[in-house]
């Protein structure tokens, strides 16, 4: 079986979800080829097929739709098809000339399965895998249904006509797809993120009062982290006389915003914006803190609070989307409700002054659960079904 993935870019080391997932297709026989529209030259896990180019330069791009023609020669059939599917669903001449060049790259390819990591990759090219013969997945993560839709009120009414099966990381991503259209005839399966559970465990574990307090929020800068938010809770604490340090791995368009905030917050001493870090560096620091933080406004999963509670880290994460899912509300850490810093600053009083034997049952079930449910090996069976079913 031959298995064709649609990402942006080929997944960088960190992308540990689409990395093991290639990993275990490979694994049990199966052959997998990326259409990416940039490649980094480090990625070596599966064959990379790059979307066509585009460049302002109307003599080059003559030159690149005439080389695109040339070669779309041997896949006739498959082109003739996608112009019967667009006229079809009443595209015109030059919107589907224009969609032809864009697609290139996937209706020359031969596969069994046409994957598109985002829903969002999948738009202008819905009727693809019907064109080449395959069968079409979409996977949902969070932004590509829980934002973008918002904007663009039924973006996904074409999607929704030719997708064979859909994957979602957790249950409120899939009932916001059907509040966005989906059928309820389309098959859904659920397979949430995985982590490396063998890399993220600690013997350090102090659940004893601490002097200063350390706290720590790991993702990319930008306002679906909640990260305003978040100082404002903080804020509250420093008035309360609570001593602590908060930091924050990851970058982002939002630094600005988010220092200025610190600032204004009178939280300058207190943060400390490390950047983005490989894996065994968010471990390290990942020792040194007390709780993790998580209150984002949109949230799909997040690996981020898997890693934290796979270490025994006590985990403090928001009600949007997935993270409901992720901690199991006072189970294996505590959830509050977005856009509510007052409740959040309770909520880690709260959490700071339980007994040290409190938080240690806290932390055991956190990273036993991470452990028995969201290891690389039971995603990587998973998707083989997903597949074969």
């Known amino acids: 079986m031959k298995i064709g993935i649609v990402l942006s870019s080929t997944p960088g080391y960190s992308e540990t979800f689409f990395n093991s997932k290639i990993k275990g297709l490979q694994a049990h026989g199966m052959e997998v080829v990326l259409f990416c529209q940039s490649k980094d030259d480090n990625f070596k896990g599966c064959p990379v097929v790059k979307s066509p180019k585009i460049t302002r330069n109307p003599f080059f791009q003559i030159g690149y739709i005439s080389k695109e023609v040339l070669f779309l020669i041997p896949y006739i059939a498959s082109v003739i098809r996608f112009v019967k ?75 929704w006509k030719y997708i064979d099966k859909v994957h979602t990381i957790s249950d409120d991503l899939f009932v916001l797809a059907k509040k966005h259209g989906l059928p309820k005839n389309i098959p859904v399966e659920k397979i949430p993120p995985a982590i490396d559970v063998a890399l993220f465990q600690t013997t350090i574990q102090n659940h004893s009062s601490l002097k200063k307090v350390v706290f720590m929020t790991t993702g990319r800068l930008h306002w679906k982290k909640g990260y305003i938010q978040t100082l404002q809770a903080l804020a509250i604490l420093k008035e309360e006389g609570l001593d602590f340090t908060y930091k924050i791995v990851g970058e982002g368009k939002d630094y600005e915003r988010i220092a200025f905030a610190a600032y204004e917050l009178n939280l300058k001493e207190n943060v400390i914006f490390l950047g983005k870090l490989p894996h065994i560096e968010v471990k390290k620091e990942l020792e040194s803190a007390s709780i993790y933080l998580q209150y984002s406004i949109q949230e799909g999963f997040c690996n981020a609070v898997l890693e934290a509670q796979a270490m025994g880290k006590l985990c403090i994460v928001s009600n949007a989307e997935g993270l409901s899912e992720n901690v199991l509300d006072r189970e294996t850490g505590w959830v509050v409700p977005k856009y509510a810093p007052e409740i959040l600053a309770k909520k880690i009083n709260e959490v700071l002054s339980l007994s040290p034997k409190e938080k240690r049952v806290i932390s055991e079930k956190a990273k036993k659960r991470v452990k028995n449910e969201f290891n690389i090996e039971k995603q990587q069976e998973a998707f083989m079904k997903f597949y074969f079913a």
């Not at 060049?101 to 009727?127: C, P, Q, R």
């Open 85 to 159: 599917l667009e006229r079809k669903d009443g595209v015109g001449v030059i919107q589907i000339f224009k969609k032809i060049y864009l697609n290139a790259h996937l209706l020359k390819a031969k596969l069994d399965w046409l994957h598109f990591g985002f829903a969002t990759l999948a738009l202008g090219s819905e009727t693809v895998a019907q064109a080449i013969n395959a069968k079409m997945a979409v996977s949902i993560r969070g932004f590509d249904i829980a934002v973008y839709p918002v904007k663009y009120p039924e973006c996904y009414k074409k999607l």
